[in-house]
């Protein structure tokens, strides 16, 4: 690429507007259709159109991880759940990074949280439900997080059956919802283990950048110890190549080699790099709503329908 990833976070920030107008149309270009040659190089799958349902749970937890930051783990996990909430899904968000990235990008400001997901964690007594938020979003719910997450990592070491915490904290609200998904974070200590000991499915972002992809074999070995020892219903969905810049000989070699290592595991749907996602943390709101004609939003929904074909 042209430029690292945290030097062209920070241009990307520097040319926002603090008060960003919603844009219905860009110059983008839109996703491959179907039956053409995306940029993964591959003819795009069929993926039908997701079927309505007649009612709600037992949740499909996915866990949304890469020990890399920087990756697009939260703008993927805001964005996908938006796109599941339009095809009906009732969709429950799970911010489990201290940062509270992702409650930040929904427009909530963690530091000024009572309870969080720290809480539900370690009071076993509090219920999940009290601490769930709603988002502005129809039928996509948000469960918090702050810094004092940081410390549920050293108070659960000495807990029995430690990594199985976020499962056990879940398992009031599965019938609630239809899609789990569990923002990781940028690590592979305790917390992410217990989302992948929770979850049945991991999607992983990937940035189209050499650094990245070599920290995915590290990932993946994490997680097939995971299913060995705590999950066996654990696998992975899909990995997700996001920040693809196809103007870029770097990214198109990354993703040639992405392709060719994990074959039809890499989702067809591709997340372009543009400012349009930097905006939308500044509002406070998915890029479904906020830009719904843009191309960054025709891709989640497109991955939403191959998740959900999956």
Known sequence: MST???????????????????????????????GEVGPTGRVRRHVPEPPLIAGHGPAKIMAVCNQKGGVGKTTSTINLGAALAEYGRRVLLVDFDPQGALSVGLGVQPHQLDNTIYNVLIERKLPLQQVVLRTGIEDMDLLPSNIDLSAAEVQLVAEVGREHALA????????????????????????????????????????????????????????????????????????????????????????????????DVVFDTVINRTVRFPETTVAGEPITTWAPRSAGAKAYRALAREVLAR
């Open 168 to 263: 056990r904290s879940l398992g009031p609200v599965m019938a609630h919802y239809d899609y789990i998904l569990v923002d990781c974070q940028p690590s592979l200590g305790l917390l992410t283990v217990n989302a992948l000991a929770a979850a049945d499915g991991v999607i992983i972002p990937l940035e189209c950048e050499f650094f990245s992809l070599r920290g995915v074999a590290l990932l993946i070995d994490t997680i097939e110890k995971v299913r060995e020892r705590l999950n066996p219903k654990l696998d992975i969905s899909g990995i997700l190549a996001t920040m693809y810049d196809p103007r870029t000989l770097h990214s198109r070699e990354v993703m040639a080699r992405v392709v060719e290592a994990f074959g």
């Open 4 to 34: 690292s990833g945290p030097q062209r976070a920070r241009r990307d920030v520097g040319e926002l507007d603090l008060a960003p107008k919603p844009h219905d149309l860009t110059d983008e270009a839109l996703p491959d259709s179907e």
